[in-house]
């Protein structure tokens, strides 16, 4: 029998960048987010004579799930699989589909092999394959940090239901993943020591806007994490530029609408496209300026979601 798990991506409002050294794929700073309803990983996994991975339909091979699959097996005892994966949104664009990808798999392999794994034992098990997989196996907002870096629920996604507005401007994979991405940042940027020094007190005041459902503060932490993080891209060497012209118009668009009384930031992972988080009553008027960008392909809006489960049959 098939087991099926679905899992959501989430955005992480604190950024992680920069990877611990040694095993266990543990981030080099503290990070928290909100899992989103309206995107959704879907993956069934079936026991089979060998490996086989189908994403979205295909078949194919996928280096990361391998490299992650062969760890996992040192630890548990997970038979040979055949695992089918689908994403209702664009894979590998910045949209965090590493995220929910190994939240989901986590969770199918965890019920299908009967590991019996506590909620923190699956969430250290979805960080092996991607740092912020651990966060996805929660919903609302969700802390992943030291001593365990498992994710923590802050919030749950009815105590503050934000919306999210993303605006998509390139559907193509990103040139540069995030784990060369980061391990490139941690030794060549000259400002990765002062990213890390400063983590900490970050998260702690991040918390304390969440616990305070204060918008503004949570506001201003976010812009801040997200550009203090593309400054370190930057100032790589050779820079990591994930930004495309209509992501900053993008940016400058959220700030004039900000500034008009309309509570909406912006953040930016990875890739090209900026996710506009604010109030629902919010949503419809930053979605028709986030559209009128020029160079904005689409659009889609999500609220707050649950964390990585078991499908019903
Ligand atoms: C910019 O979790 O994708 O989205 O662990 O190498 O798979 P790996 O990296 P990943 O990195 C996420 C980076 C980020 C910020 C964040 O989600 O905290």
């Known amino acids: 029998m098939p087991t099926t798990a679905i899992a959501h991506p989430n955005i992480a ?20 987010s909100i899992t ?54 664009p894979t590998a664009a910045g949209l965090a589909s590493s995220a929910s990808g190994f939240a989901a798999l986590a969770t199918a392999i965890d019920a299908h092999c009967g590991l019996g794994l506590s909620d923190g034992e699956r969430s250290a098990l979805a960080r092996r394959g991607s740092g912020s997989a651990a966060r996805s196996i929660h919903g609302g907002f969700v802390a992943l940090a030291a001593p365990d870096w498992r994710g923590e629920p802050v919030l749950a996604p009815d105590a503050w ?20 991405g980061m ?4 030794t060549t940027s000259p400002y990765f020591a002062a990213w890390t020094a400063a983590a900490d007190a970050d998260f702690e005041a991040m918390k304390a806007a969440v616990a305070h459902r204060d918008f503004d503060a949570l506001a201003e932490l976010a ?9 370190l891209m930057l100032s790589s060497r050779p820079p990591l530029i994930y930004w495309r012209g209509a992501t900053v118009e993008c940016l400058r668009a959220v700030r004039e609408l900000r ?41 889609l809006r999500s609220g707050l979601g649950g964390g990585a489960r078991v499908a019903d049959s």
């Open 13 to 32: 409002l604190l950024k992680y960048w920069g990877k611990q050294d040694g095993p266990g794929n543990r981030p080099a700073t503290p990070s928290l």
């Open 36 to 89: 989103l309803d309206a995107l959704t990983t879907t993956t069934t996994v079936e026991d089979a004579d060998a490996d086989a991975l189908r994403l979205d339909g295909r078949p194919v091979r996928d280096a990361k799930i391998e490299r992650t699959l062969a760890d996992w097996r040192r630890d548990y005892a997970i038979g040979p699989l055949a695992i089918s994966s689908h994403n209702n949104f």
């Open 161 to 180: 239901p934000l919306a999210v507005v993303v605006a998509i401007t390139a559907s193509e994979p990103k040139a540069v993943s995030s784990t060369e």
């Open 183 to 186: 391990d490139h940042s941690k």
């Open 223 to 231: 812009e801040a994490s997200c550009l203090k993080m593309h400054a």
């Open 259 to 299: 500034a008009g009384g309309c509570r909406a930031f912006a953040t930016v992972d990875a890739g090209p496209q900026v996710k506009a988080v604010c109030e629902p009553q919010d949503a419809e008027r930053v979605e028709a300026a986030l559209k009128n960008v020029p160079g904005v392909v689409s659009t």
